[in-house]
C-alpha cells in the first residue's frame, strides 16, 4: 500500500483507522497530562513532547478528511470541524484547550473549594471559600431588608411566579386578564407588600432595600415602563407633526449621550435642587426614572429599525380602510415592527438588567453591590473573586433565561405566519 | 345627475415637479371608469387623490358631498367609503385572510366580530376564495391575494372602489382570475375607478376612458369612441402601442 497517496474513499479502510487513532492518541497524551499530571511522551525531547499533541492531532484529522466517504458520521465530522487544515487546527487548540482547563476549574470551584464553616478561617482549601457566599447569603438576596420582614419579598416574588407559571395553562381569553393584572395591578401591589406602611404592615424604607430582589425590582419596574414609553418616542420620532418630532429627538439624542452612571448622580444629587422646598422623591423612584427614560431613549431607536423596515404599503392599506393614527399603529404597524426586533428588544433588556449595578453611586446595592460591600468587611478580606464569580453566575443566568425567551418568543411569531 | 365624485382644476406638485395639472373629472354613482396613460403621467397619484393618500395643492377634490382639503375632519370617514386595491396587494402579512378581511369593519366599523366574520366570509365566497380564510397572505398564490384584497376592501361596503393596477404584478395566467372577479363587481353596480392597461377588461365594463399623459388628461370620452375614434394624437400613438 502506498500511504503518501491522497487520503480518499479507496484507501478509506486503512486511512481512517489510522487517522482515529493518531487524534485519540493526542486527546489521550493531553487529557492524561492535564487530569493526571503525567507526560506520556516524556521519553521524547521536552520541546517536541510538547507539540507532538499538536502534530498527530493534525495528521490524524489530515487523514480522516476523505470527500464523500459516503459514511455519514465522517461526512459530517469534516464537514463541521475538519474541512481544510486551517479548521482542523482550530479544532484541535479549542479540545486542547478545553481539556487543559477542566482540571484548574474543577479544582477551584469543587474539590478544592470550601463549603462548610462559618467564617474566613474555615477556608483552608485552595479553592474558592463558597463559605463567603454562604454565610452572607441572606445580605445578597435581601440587602438590609429586617429579616423578618423578608417573607413579604418572598410572598410577593411567589404571588409574580405563581400568577406567571399558571398563566402558561390558561385559555387565551384567561390569559388577558393575567397579562393586565401583571401589568396595572401587580406592581404596585407588590411595591406596596414590599415598603409597607399601611396593612398593618411596618415601614420598611427603601434605602433598606437591597441584594438580587432589588435587582428584580429595579430591572421588572424599568421593562414595564420603558418599552410603552420608548414606543411612543420611536412613533414621535416619525411623526408629520414638527413639534412632535424634534421633542422626541430631542429627548432620545440627550439620553443616549449621556453616560447611565451620570445621569444616576445626577437623579440622585442634581434633581433634588430643582424641587420646591418640603417636596421629597424616593431615592429609588429617582434612580428608577432616571433607569427607565435612559433605556427608553434606547428602546425608541430599535423600535424605529422595526418601523423603517416596513413597506409604505402597509401603511397606505391601513389608510385606506378608514383606520386613524392610533388604530394603524395598533393593529397594523407595531405588531409587525415588534415583531420584527425582537432580538433588539432582548438585547436592551438584557443591558438594561446588567446596568443594574450602576445604582451603587447613589448608595443603593443590588446584588452586585452588596457583594462590594461584604467583601471590604474585614473579616472577610480577599473573598472579591468569590463574591463576583457568584454575581456573574446568578446575571448569567437571568440574562440567559431572558435570552431563550426570547428566542422563543420570535420561533413562536414566525411560524404563525 | 348628482356626482359622487368631482376634480376641479386639481394641480398637485412633488416638489417642483407637477404631476398633476388642470384635473377635471366627474364621476355619477355607479359609473365605471378605466384611466390609461403611459408610465409616469400620474395616473396613480390621481386615484390617490381622491382618498387622500395623496395631498393636492390646488383646486377641489370633493367626494361623495365632502370636500378633501387639509383641515378635512373625518378623513377616515371618507376613506372608509372609498375602497382601494394596490398593485402590491398590500395585505397584512401578520393576519389570516379571514382577519385581513374583519379587522377594519370589527375596529373602524365597531361591528361585533361575528357579524364582521360573517361579512368576510361572504366576500371571499364572493371571490372564490372563502376556502382560503384561515391560511396567512404569504401561504397564498398572487391571484388569491389580489382577490382577498378585494375582498378586504369590499368588507367595508364601500360606495366607491379605486383599482390601481390591480394585474400588473400577477402572472399572466393569473390575471384572468382578478379580471372576473372585477367583471363581477361592476355588474353588480359598484362605482369603480380602474387604472389598467387591460384593455379587453376596459371594453367590457367601462362607460367612461380617460387617457392621462403628463400630468393631463389628454382625452375623455365614452368608450367606444375612445377605441375606434380617438381625438388625439397621443391616443391614437398610445393605442397602437398596447392594442
Ligand atoms: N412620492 C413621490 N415623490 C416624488 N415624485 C413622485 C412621487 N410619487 C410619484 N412621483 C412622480 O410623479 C410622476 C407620476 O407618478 P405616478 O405614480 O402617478 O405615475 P403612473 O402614471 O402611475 O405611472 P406607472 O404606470 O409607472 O405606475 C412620476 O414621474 C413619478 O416619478
Ligand atoms: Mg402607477
Known sequence: MNLITKPSKDNIKIFVPMGLFLVSLSFLDVFVNAFFNFDLMAFLPSQLSYFLPLILGFIGFYLIRIEFSGVRPLDILNKNINSNNFNALLTLFTIFIIIKSIPPMLDWFILEANFVGNSKDDCTGDGACWVFIKVWFNRFMYGLYPDAEQWRINTAFLILFAVVGVSFFVSEKLKKYFILFLVFVFPFLGIKLISGGSFGLEYVESAAWGGLSLTFIISAFAILFCFPIGVILALGRRSSLPAIKYISIGFIELWRGVPLITVLFMSAVMFPMFLPDGTFIDKLIRVLIAITLFEAAYMAEVVRGGLQALPKGQYEAAKSLGMGYWRMNALIILPQALKLVIPGIANTLLALVKDTPLIFVVGLMELAGMIGLAKTNPKWLGMAMEGYVFAGLVFWVICYAMSRYSQNLEKKLSTER | ?243
Open chain 2, 1 to 243: 345627475m348628482s356626482k359622487i365624485i368631482e376634480l376641479k382644476n386639481v394641480n398637485k406638485w412633488f416638489d417642483k415637479f407637477q404631476v398633476l395639472k388642470d384635473i377635471d373629472l366627474e364621476v355619477a354613482p355607479q359609473e365605471k371608469i378605466v384611466i390609461c396613460g403611459p408610465s409616469g403621467s400620474g395616473k396613480s397619484t390621481l386615484i390617490r387623490c381622491i382618498n387622500r393618500l395623496e395631498e393636492h395643492q390646488e383646486g377641489n377634490i370633493i367626494v361623495d358631498g365632502t370636500e378633501l382639503a387639509e383641515n378635512t375632519k373625518n378623513i377616515e370617514k371618507i376613506r372608509a367609503e372609498v375602497g382601494m386595491v394596490f398593485q402590491q396587494f398590500n395585505l397584512f402579512p401578520h393576519l389570516s385572510i379571514l382577519d385581513n378581511c374583519s379587522l377594519a369593519p370589527i375596529w373602524v366599523k365597531k361591528l361585533p366580530k361575528k357579524q364582521a366574520e360573517e361579512i368576510a366570509m361572504n366576500n371571499l365566497k364572493r371571490v372564490q376564495i372563502d376556502d382560503q380564510a384561515l391560511k396567512f397572505p404569504g401561504q397564498l398564490s398572487g391571484g388569491q391575494q389580489q382577490r382577498a384584497a378585494i375582498a378586504r376592501a369590499l368588507c367595508m361596503v364601500p360606495k366607491i372602489m379605486l383599482f390601481d393596477e390591480p394585474t400588473s404584478a400577477l402572472d399572466p395566467e393569473m390575471i384572468k382570475e382578478v379580471l372576473d372577479v372585477m367583471v363581477d363587481l361592476a355588474k353588480g353596480g359598484m362605482t369603480m375607478i380602474v387604472v389598467t392597461h387591460e384593455m379587453g377588461f376596459a371594453k367590457e365594463v367601462a362607460d367612461y376612458m380617460i387617457f392621462m399623459d403628463e400630468g393631463k388628461i389628454v382625452e375623455r370620452a365614452k368608450t367606444k369612441e375612445f377605441f375606434e375614434n380617438p381625438k388625439s394624437e397621443r391616443t391614437k400613438l398610445f393605442l397602437s402601442q398596447i392594442l
